[in-house]
Nanobody, 128 residues
């Protein structure tokens, strides 16, 4: 059973940076695809970024390109989301997700329904 534990959220001002962490345990991580999603009150869960554990190939939603970076550490078995130049519209609960299912098209991993393991979420609040 895969377990995901997020940490690193908090309250920051616009323009600040935060790094979220997602600790992965319970399986061998190398065959998994990891994702970060976020959800604001009254909105659907939104894709942020994804990384393939085996080769670190990544994909981002357009609104965070150039500001956010997803990465993984094989030794720590942890996935990170480095968030720079934060904006008030980045305020949300951020969730880490994982799936062991392979899809040939990266964009399929932009959909929350294609992940079968989720963390508990960590709140990120950006004040203006």
């Amino acid at each position: 059973q895969v377990q995901l534990v997020e940490s690193g959220g908090g309250l920051v001002q616009a323009g600040d940076s935060l790094r979220l962490s997602c600790a992965f345990s319970g399986r061998t991580s190398s065959s998994y695809r990891m994702g970060w999603f976020r959800q604001s009150p009254g909105k659907e869960r939104e894709f942020v970024a994804t990384i393939r554990w085996s080769d670190s190939s990544t994909s981002y939603t357009e609104s965070v390109k150039g500001r956010f970076t997803i990465s993984r550490d094989n030794v720590e078995n942890t996935v990170y989301l480095q968030m720079n130049s934060l904006k008030p519209e980045d305020t949300a609960v951020y969730y880490c997700a994982a799936t062991g299912v392979y899809f040939p098209v990266t964009q399929i991993y932009h959909q929350a329904r294609n992940y079968n393991y989720w963390g508990q979420g960590t709140q990120v609040t950006v004040s203006s």
